[in-house]
């Protein structure tokens, strides 16, 4: 007889282990073990963070082990376990690792495969066991769903039904049981979720503000109405994508030298052919209809507004348009007009650009496609594919926050339905244009900031970061998928993973050959590129773009969700009074903070970019390349805290020490 030293680790999660009796089978190249239950006299060995130690017995030798069978038997109470995974030390002393991180729920035979990573060969495996079986058993339990016609594909099914492993952990699900009430009730707010009245001066919003400010929000509002920041949000704000450098006006935006250069010696046709006129046009926004909220119809712009590089490299706007078609009453804005006119110009784009904010940049490009890259992974990589083990740990959490925003967020009586101007239907409407004009280069953070020619903009610390982020993720990708993938040739006949591409190309982006998207890779470097999009997206992206909604937005002048007052026909008819009346009134007010609060906080059980606490590589040289790529992050985290320090507003998003590994709030 020969001996099996095996080491089953419990997972250190609440209601992780079990009572239950569990079996195991060794399964070999030359053989395998009988089905032996695992027990530990006098005490149970599965609880929650347990490390058991088993001794499984054989007649012979069973060759190279390739993978086990676990089962879990019920004789008085069921209950589900959560093993992590599984060591085993053969009789000529290697050691086998079988990642799991699986919940099972039930008495069946689930199979496991030793950890080293593997592309499919072709070659049969012994014990019955074949990867399409998994991936059958996989697409039964993950299914697509339809949301909205003209956007991206979901998972079926409500959160409180989604499969055990996606689910989010107690922690997780205490904090995100909650409705906008919650938010509420932390900001010191619900007394006045239903006040319907208007506000009468700015000191009556403050008082709402100061119940809870951050460093950030509390600078925005004493700065929100200067035009320098202004125009740093758009570099440095919470949506950094809708600002270009223009080079030409556009026919619809008839500004003139006398509007912007009253006093000056410069002419906007210099300052183009200089690069220093950058413009935000808001067109898809033209024609969605307004919500009706509290009872009062709503406004929702469409504006193009124009903005100028100062020789002190501040960005200022120096023109506004509010609607797309120029007429009569449909006046430029620029500085030179009554301090209450451009004032309101400037509050009219800031609620334009909550709206296209939160659904074209958040929710689309990283909420939806996220949800998108992880379906396509567990419905078409089994555990043992390399590119699985790469980007599972950046599918945490994904598909049931996005099954909560669709229930609590989306729905009919959901928070943005119910107070954004643009409501569920306009909503719906925005979603499927940004899909429509949504670019694959334009989720590549070194080509979308080359084409909107913003490579040499001072103090553009998104892009900064950005581009340092997105080279320490591509090295990484590069690394190891370089180590399983040695020729293009190996890519084009990896049936598993060219599914998975095509997967995405259909249900992320509906099959439109337009957007540029991949429908197959034929190189190591066209997957490389595609898997580090898809990382920083879930990552860095969601962080740029999520984390600073209250900073912005908390302060609710700088983001109105809605504005109550159609935009003004003619200049000189703007008024403080008029300004506070166009402005949500005090329910919309609060509703609109409780939201943008909950969204933003950090979860107690983050998991920050580049940690792997799920052991899903084994061999080394993964590893290796995991410490090299926590070691790069670390730096770069210090470099940002360096700099920093020397600015009046840090940039902080894609510092990552504060980023997650995936889309999860």
Not at 613 to 628: A, M, W, Y
Request: a negative charge; one cysteine or more.
């Amino acid at each position: 007889m020969v001996q099996y030293d095996v080491t089953v680790f419990t997972g250190d999660l609440a209601w992780a282990g079990t009572s239950n009796s569990v079996y195991i089978k060794l399964v070999g190249t030359e053989g395998e073990s009988e089905r032996t239950h695992l027990w530990k006299l006098l005490h149970t060995p599965f609880h929650s963070g347990a490390k058991s130690e088993f001794t499984v017995s054989c007649p012979t030798s069973l060759g190279d082990l390739v993978l086990i069978e676990l089962d879990k038997q019920s004789y008085f109470h069921d209950d589900a376990w959560y093993p992590a995974k599984v060591e085993v030390t053969s009789p000529e002393d290697k050691t086998y690792h079988f990642p799991i991180y699986h919940w099972i729920t039930d008495i069946e035979m689930h199979y496991f495969r030793e950890g080293t990573a593997k592309i499919d060969d072709g070659s049969p495996l012994p014990g019955g066991y074949s990867r399409q079986q998994e991936l059958e058993q996989e697409r039964k339990v993950y299914c697509w769903d339809i949301y909205e016609e003209g956007i991206p594909h979901c998972i079926k099914g409500k959160a409180a039904s989604l499969p055990d492993d996606v689910r989010f952990s107690i922690t997780k699900k205490k904090e995100m049981a909650y409705n906008y009430v919650t938010g509420l009730v932390e900001l010191e707010l619900l007394e006045y979720a239903e006040c319907k009245k208007k506000f009468t001066c700015m000191d009556g919003i403050s008082r709402l503000f100061f119940l809870h400010r951050t460093p950030i929000s509390e600078y925005v509002s004493h700065h929100w109405d200067d035009d320098a920041f202004f125009g740093y949000q758009y570099l440095n704000g919470v949506n950094p994508l809708v600002i270009r450098r223009c080079t030409a006006l556009p026919e619809n935006f008839p500004v003139t030298d006398q509007m912007v250069f009253t006093h000056s010696q410069s002419s906007l046709t210099d300052e183009m052919k200089n690069g220093n006129i950058f413009l935000c046009d808001y067109k898809l926004l033209d024609g969605v209809p307004a919500n009706t909220i509290n009872g009062k119809k709503q406004y929702l712009m469409a504006p193009l507004v124009l903005l100028w590089k100062t020789n002190n490299d501040e960005l200022t706007p120096i023109a506004i348009q509010l609607k797309q078609k120029p007429a009569e009453d449909n006046p430029i804005f620029v500085p030179t007009d009554s301090k209450d006119d451009w004032l309101l110009a400037k509050i009219f784009v800031r609620s334009a650009d909550f709206n296209l904010y939160e659904l074209s940049a958040h929710l689309l490009r990283t909420h939806l496609l996220a949800e998108v890259f992880a379906m396509s992974l567990l419905r078409n990589l089994p555990m043992v594919h390399p590119l699985y083990k790469l980007l599972i740990p950046h599918t945490r959490y994904t598909l049931q926050i996005n099954a909560l925003a669709r229930e609590k967020l989306m729905s009919e009586d959901g928070v943005f339905t119910q107070f954004a101007a643009c409501g569920g239907e306009g909503a719906i409407q925005i979603l499927q244009r940004s899909l429509d004009s949504l670019t694959y280069s334009s989720l590549c953070i070194p080509e979308d900031i080359a084409e909107r020619g913003l490579n040499d903009v001072p103090n553009f610390y998104y892009r900064d970061d950005g581009l340092k982020l997105w080279e320490i993720i591509h090295s990484f990708v590069s690394a190891v998928l370089g180590h399983y993938y040695e020729t293009d040739d190996e890519v084009q006949h990896d049936a598993e993973l060219q599914t998975w591409i095509h997967d995405i190309y259909e249900h992320g982006f509906l099959s439109k050959e337009r957007t540029g998207i991949p429908q197959e890779f034929t190189t190591v470097d066209e997957m490389v590129k595609f898997v580090t999009m898809v990382i920083f997206t879930g990552s860095a992206q969601h962080s740029a773009v999520n984390t600073g909604q209250y900073d912005f937005g908390g302060w609710m002048p700088n983001y109105p969700t809605s504005m109550e007052l159609p935009p003004p026909t003619k200049k000189g008819d703007a008024s403080e009074t008029r300004i506070l009346n166009t402005l949500p009134d005090v329910s919309t007010t609060v509703h609109g903070m409780g939201t943008v609060w909950l969204l933003s906080r950090p979860s107690a059980d983050s998991v920050f970019l580049g940690h792997y606490p799920n052991e899903h590589f084994s061999e080394e040289f993964p590893l290796q390349k995991i410490q090299e790529f926590q070691d790069a992050l670390k730096k770069l985290s210090a470099d940002i805290k360096d700099r920093n320090k020397k600015l009046s507003l840090p940039y902080t998003y894609l510092d990552p020490g504060v980023i997650e590994n995936s889309v999860s709030i």
